[in-house]
């Protein structure tokens, strides 16, 4: 299973145009330890790790064991994972109240193009 696992891993990353670097940053790896998932050479791969790696490529854990129904959204490019990644790493206050934050200056700016 590992195997097709990793080469799951390998194509969808292939398939976004993320290279190893990105794909580790996003899900806090090691370009060294991701590398060898994708080959197949991990004695054990945990459903965190995957879990990591799956929301960092914006797929379910299920696309990247099975290889089927790979399905990414077009809108999410590195930087959109890489903000979705951090929010998510932030207690659910922090996170809410950056959020907040956020779609504040997105008003703004949006008021002042129009």
């Known amino acids: 299973m590992e195997n097709n696992v990793g080469g799951n891993i390998a194509r969808e990353r292939h398939n976004q145009k993320m290279t190893q ?3 580790a940053e996003f899900s806090d790896l090691t370009i060294n330890y991701l590398s060898k998932i994708e080959r197949g050479t991990t004695k054990r791969l945990s459903a965190n790790t995957l879990s990591r790696i799956s929301k960092a490529l914006g797929v379910t854990m299920d696309s990247l064991m099975y290889g089927e129904d790979i ?3 077009e809108k999410f490019g590195p930087n959109l994972r890489q903000l979705t ?3 998510n790493d932030l207690e659910p ?3 809410e109240q950056l959020s907040k934050r956020l779609l504040e200056v997105i008003k ?3 008021k002042t193009n129009n």
């Open 71 to 73: 399905k990414t959204s």
């Open 93 to 95: 206050e922090q996170s």
């Open 85 to 87: 990644k951090f929010l």
């Open 21 to 23: 670097e990105q794909l």
């Open 108 to 110: 703004l700016s949006q």
